[in-house]
């Protein structure tokens, strides 16, 4: 790596603890209902939406009653998002004449968008309307990522209260998430994209007229639009001229800023974040990398801050950020290091102030290797799934890196409140495998952890690797399955690995070769996201529930201490441990082999 | 349940109001206000006919032009309606094979150029809409233009060094070139002499 590789990562992580650090007090008032001056003028609003719908902000909910609220309005957000798709040809704002959706494309994507996943089966300017991109999949950015800070609230309430049933009230939550973190953060970040040359216009695309006539081959199509075939039940392809270029635009910074700072991922074009009117310029690569992690980092120090002890808060977050940084290293490494076979044909792969050098196949030119390879931990280490260069063509470590990340189960920085609630599970973990080491009952924040909460919590920590081996197992068995390969060998197990590691743990990214807009794929990776979003949350909330009842207990001189290095180090271990031994076997057999037979052919 | 059911379905209407419909039409409001040019699409306009967009590329195959990243995009290269890469892993014999066309291709258009080819030249951009070679991939391409431009050398060198996009900030990303614009000064160059 260069110097300049070093300045920019170094760069990024200065900014994004610089800006943490205020959001995360920012965030804490808001939770507390304290709404700080700047949007303090949102108020009557969020006053009329309670109104409207009948909240009283002092009804403070039971853990029960809590996941009720949190399903039945997810399920609300599914059904519009497969409404809107379905309909999108007879409805407005669709000035590219895009059809409906099929019906398992239409599932695969509510699913996805519902459970802050944003799995993308589809292709966004040739697939979605602009009704669809805005009020379904936009509208499904802001709401289920305010959905997953709201669950990690209550979870920190769970902590503070003492002997009681109530963790406060969804709606309350939700509202303040969306109203006061969400939207602002979203206006200044997309106003800044565009600012850099992101598209966000409601007309339909432009044409442009070539410099140079392009002579190209497409196939022939039917009445019925279907591809023709010859005889050997090949496409017939006809030779074609053209000397235009249609331009797709649309809405989509403001798309774009919501789908960085929820964690969601799901681009507004096909390639999402490589495609240079969704980043078009270094520094919005920066700013769209930066908020990846910004609300999910800022919430350590509102958790911190919320259970009265910071350092608390800070010990999760240097966990999270020295996982984070060993993992791209390697990634920086080997996408550097690159392909061997490039050196063999005898091509100039050396960085330099030229060039960026290494393996370029996949990536863009204004981002490089370093940017490229940052992009891609970030973006699996938060489960945001937003690439800005394709993972498919990364070298088999630099491959392995974005799909450990993932299996780890988004717990390093991980989605904006999932991240943190994982962690925080795995913390709980931690703390009953030292108890045991030392014979004490364990404790974390002042509340003994006994056999309901390691229950829950194994539940929460198994649900997800279940979900991808089970996953993987039944797409490489089946027909259907194995259809969908686009890479042979080790790679192509390596495709359907990365599938269901990202549905399972509700990444979003993809070895985008996997051809998954299939009926298959679509009902497969839609279940598995469902699955492991919302049989993550509802132990989550009974955790919460079981511990506000019980007595805070003040600590004494047996009580392990849940912060400084020792703890850092022992969750650290507690989340290598676990997602290395579940996913090693599986990682030998794809990225692993894959690596021994690149290097086996120097 | 029931009594969950009211708020869930008035907040999710309300918050799809705010989020779905006032939201991006303020960022609308705000982009075509402040930033008309970029938030509808860069595009370059010369004696009103759009010649494309600064943000995307197009293709070039033309011995007297410069060549931009090779692109995955179907059914034809630099499709800007349906953008697509080659996703192919680093073992695909397709992609050995890619490549190798490319880099004959290459040494077909300039035989006399014996330098090592910079690796961007000949691998598949993310997009397939990349706007941007590296400066040595303008800087490899610079004697063929030169013979084939009736230019020396040294001018299509100021040419490249004028259209060379450093860091942004002095820091961020990596020094590379536009093409299309690259290629427009070249023909406008071509068009005064």
């Known amino acids: 790596m260069t110097g300049n590789g070093y300045l920019q990562i170094g760069l990024y992580l200065a900014v994004l603890f610089a800006c943490a650090w205020p959001l995360g007090r920012y965030m804490a008032r808001v939770y507390q209902g304290d709404i700080p001056l700047p949007v303090r003028w949102l108020r009557p609003l969020e006053r009329g939406i309670y109104r409207l719908a009948g909240v009283r902000g002092d009804d403070s909910m039971s853990w029960t009653r809590y996941a009720l609220a949190v399903l039945i309005f997810n399920l609300i957000g599914f059904l519009a998002v497969y409404a809107l798709q379905r309909l999108q040809d ?26 802050n996943t944003n799995w993308q089966s589809y292709g966004g300017e040739s697939t979605m309307s602009y009704l669809t991109q805005m009020l379904g999949l936009g509208v499904q950015n802001f709401l289920s990522a305010a959905t997953g800070m709201a669950v990690l609230v209550a979870l920190a309430r769970g902590f503070m209260q003492r002997e009681t049933t109530a963790l406060g009230n969804f709606w309350v939550d939700l509202v303040r998430s969306t109203l006061y973190v969400l939207l602002p953060l979203s206006i200044l970040l997309s106003t800044a994209l565009v600012s850099q040359g992101v598209v966000q216009t409601f007309n339909a695309h432009a044409t442009a007229h070539l410099v140079e006539q392009l002579d190209f081959e497409q196939p022939k199509l039917g009445d019925d639009g279907q591809p023709l075939k010859d005889a050997q039940g090949l496409p017939i392809v006809e030779k074609t001229t053209t000397g235009e270029q249609r331009i797709a635009v649309g809405p989509a910074a403001s798309q774009i800023a919501i789908k960085q700072l929820g964690t969601n991922g799901g681009g507004f074009f096909g390639v999402n974040s490589a495609h240079p009117f969704e980043n078009p310029t270094p520094l919005a690569n920066f700013l769209e990398v930066l908020a990846i992690f910004l609300i999910p980092a800022a919430l350590c120090v509102t958790f911190g801050i919320y259970v009265g002890d910071r350092r608390q808060g800070l010990t999760i977050l240097s966990a999270m950020t020295l996982i984070f940084v060993a993992m791209l290293a390697v990634c920086v490494w080997a996408e550097q290091s690159g392909n061997p076979l490039f050196e063999r044909l005898g091509l100039d792969t050396q960085a330099s102030e030229l060039q960026a050098g290494g393996n370029m196949e996949g990536k863009e030119t204004r981002f490089g290797v370093v940017n490229s390879a940052l992009w891609a931990t970030v973006t699996t280490a ?4 937003s690439i800005n260069a394709m993972h498919d063509s990364f070298t088999p470590l630099g491959g392995l890196v974005p799909m450990w990340m993932m299996q780890l189960g988004e717990v390093v920085f991980g989605g904006v409140g999932s991240g943190l609630y994982g962690m925080i599970i795995f913390a709980l973990v931690a703390v009953f495998v030292a108890g045991l080491m030392i014979g004490r009952t364990p404790e974390y924040l002042g509340k003994k952890i006994e056999a309901f909460e390691v229950k829950m919590a194994a539940v929460a920590i198994l649900v997800p690797p279940l979900v991808v081996l089970l996953g993987t197992a039944i797409a490489v068995m089946a027909d259907a399955g194995r259809a969908g390969i686009a890479n042979p060998g080790a790679h192509g197990f390596s495709e359907i690995l990365y599938a269901l590691s990202s549905a399972g743990n509700n990444n979003g990214s993809a070895f985008g070769g996997l051809s998954a807009n299939t009926p298959f794929y679509n009902t497969l990776l839609g279940f598995a996201m469902l699955f492991s979003r919302f049989w993550l949350i ?5 955790i919460a529930g079981s511990l506000a009842a019980k007595k805070s207990i003040q600590p004494g001189a047996g009580t392990l201490p849940t912060h400084g290095p020792l703890f850092v180090m022992l969750l650290i271990g507690t989340v290598v441990v676990v997602g290395a031994l579940t996913f090693l076997p599986a990682l030998a057999l794809g990225p692993i082999v894959e690596h021994l037979q690149m290097i086996g052919a120097r | 349940m029931l009594k969950e059911l009211k708020p869930a379905f ?15 039409a303020l960022i609308t409001g705000i982009a075509q206000t402040a930033f008309q040019d970029q938030a509808n699409g860069s595009l370059i306009v010369q004696d009103g006919k759009t010649r494309g967009s600064r943000l995307i590329g197009q293709a070039f195959s033309d011995p007297g032009h410069f060549w931009g990243r090779p692109s995955a995009a179907a059914p034809m290269p630099f499709n800007a309606a349906s953008s697509g890469a080659s996703n192919q892993g680093p073992l695909n014999p397709a992609l050995e094979e890619s490549v190798n066309n490319r880099i004959e291709a290459l040494k077909a258009s300039d035989p006399t150029q014996t330098a090592a080819i910079p690796v961007d030249l000949v691998t598949a951009s993310g997009s397939g809409l990349d706007p941007h070679i590296s400066v040595a991939a303008a800087r490899w391409q610079a004697p063929r233009i030169a013979r084939h431009r009736h230019l020396p050398e040294e001018q299509v060198r100021e040419l490249i060094a004028s259209h060379t996009e450093g860091r942004q900030l002095g820091v961020l990303g990596e020094p590379r070139v536009n093409v299309l614009e690259l290629n427009l000064a070249l023909d406008k160059l071509a068009a005064t002499r």
């Open chain 1, 90 to 115: 007879v409805l407005p704002f669709n000035p590219d004449g895009m059809m409906a959706t099929t019906a398992d494309l239409a599932f695969n994507t509510a699913a996805s968008f519902a459970s």
């Open chain 1, 382 to 385: 938060a489960s945001n799934g």
């Open chain 1, 538 to 542: 509802v132990p989550v909330l009974a």
């Open chain 2, 10 to 24: 008035v907040v999710f209407g309300l918050l799809t109001v705010l989020t779905g419909a006032a939201y991006p």
